[in-house]
Nanobody, 120 residues
Framework: VQLQASGGGLVQPGGSLRLSCAAS????????MGWYRQAPGKQRELVAV???????NLADSVKGRFTISRDNAKNTVYLQMNSLKPDDTAVYYC???????????????WGQGTLVTVSS
């Protein structure tokens, strides 16, 4: 099982970006999917999470600006980021709790990270 993230880049303050993360491999089911971020010199923090039924939870710092969604048919989670601020600069990691076809257990998987830089 792999998570492949994409969509990062350089954007000016006030701009928008959309991150995508696709899960692939021997997937039986996916529970929660989410995004974390880690800014230079800081700990990794939760940005947003979406459950298998579509319920979402976002960090206070991004509420009203970011939206998380998923396409279960494509095993993909998205993070729409609007009104970006310099403080949003970080490496963004996708995360998912996945049950493989060869196991009854659920495991946590991480994507490789995609850099988002908000700067003028």
């Amino acid at each position: 099982v792999q998570l492949q993230a994409s969509g990062g880049g350089l954007v000016q303050p006030g701009g928008s970006l959309r991150l995508s993360c696709a899960a692939s491999g021997r997937i039986f089911s996916i529970n929660n999917m989410g995004w974390y971020r880690q800014a230079p010199g800081k700990q990794r923090e939760l940005v947003a999470v979406v459950t298998s039924t579509g319920s979402t939870n976002l960090a206070d710092s991004v509420k009203g600006r970011f939206t998380i969604s998923r396409d279960n048919a494509k095993n993909t989670v998205y993070l729409q980021m609007n009104s970006l601020k310099p403080d949003d600069t970080a490496v963004y990691y996708c995360n998912a709790n996945i049950r493989r076809t060869d196991s009854f257990n659920e495991y946590e998987y991480w994507g490789q990270g995609t850099l988002v830089t908000v700067s003028s």
